[in-house]
């Protein structure tokens, strides 16, 4: 094989392993305890498979290898810098962040969420984030107070 056929490989693949960084929201970058945690453990992991990336022979299987945990590098690195640690709130008084909301819908169903940062945020399993509309609608209201989401209404029951 002819020297310009693998530095034509390695520059093909150079351009096909430079991912784009994963977007970051211009929000705050708002935390709970486990949000941080579960950062710092994404950022160990990202630096890990870099680690065993740069761990191959091929120079070009190692770019391949490395192009998205560099990416998840970059990204967990900004996430965990920008990350600003919120304590837990102190009163049920009012929807916080870190606030765990029940309220009713007006077609009688039921919700529980509990209010996180973006990265942290899951609704299958119970969090939403502070930016999102619902968050926004109950950041800083009580218990009983109604909210309009488009054409639905929605009741805080209980905030603990």
């Given at each position: 094989?002819?020297?310009?056929?693998?530095?034509?490989?390695?520059?093909?693949?150079?351009?096909?392993?430079?991912?784009?960084?994963?977007?970051?929201?211009?929000?705050?970058?708002?935390?709970?305890?486990?949000?941080?945690?579960?950062?710092?453990?994404?950022?160990?992991?990202?630096?890990?498979?870099?680690?065993?990336?740069?761990?191959i022979?091929?120079?070009?299987e190692?770019?391949r290898?490395?192009?998205?945990?560099l990416?998840?590098?970059?990204?967990?690195?900004?996430?965990?810098?920008?990350?600003?640690?919120?304590?837990v709130?102190?009163t049920?008084?009012a929807?916080?962040?870190?606030?765990?909301?029940?309220?009713?819908?007006?077609?009688?169903?039921?919700q529980?969420?509990?209010?996180?940062?973006?990265?942290?945020?899951?609704?299958?399993?119970?969090?939403?984030?502070?930016?999102?509309?619902?968050?926004?609608?109950?950041?800083?209201?009580?218990?009983?107070?109604?909210?309009?989401?488009?054409?639905?209404?929605?009741?805080?029951?209980?905030?603990?």
């Amino acid at each position: 094989m002819s020297v310009a056929f693998t530095k034509e490989d390695s520059a093909q693949t150079a351009s096909e392993t430079m991912l784009p960084d994963r977007p970051i929201s211009a929000a705050p970058n708002l935390v709970t305890q486990t949000g941080l945690s579960a950062l710092q453990a994404q950022l160990e992991q990202a630096r890990s498979a870099v680690d065993a990336a740069n761990g191959i022979e091929d120079v070009n299987e190692r770019r391949r290898q490395a192009a998205g945990p560099l990416r998840d590098l970059r990204y967990f690195s900004e996430r965990v810098r920008t990350a600003q640690l919120m304590p837990v709130p102190d009163t049920t008084a009012a929807v916080a962040f870190g606030s765990t909301i029940v309220f009713s819908r007006d077609d009688g169903r039921r919700q529980q969420y509990k209010i996180v940062g973006e990265d942290e945020a899951d609704p299958k399993t119970g969090s939403i984030s502070h930016v999102s509309p619902i968050a926004r609608l109950l950041l800083g209201r009580a218990v009983g107070d109604v909210v309009n989401l488009g054409d639905h209404e929605l009741e805080i029951i209980a905030i603990a």
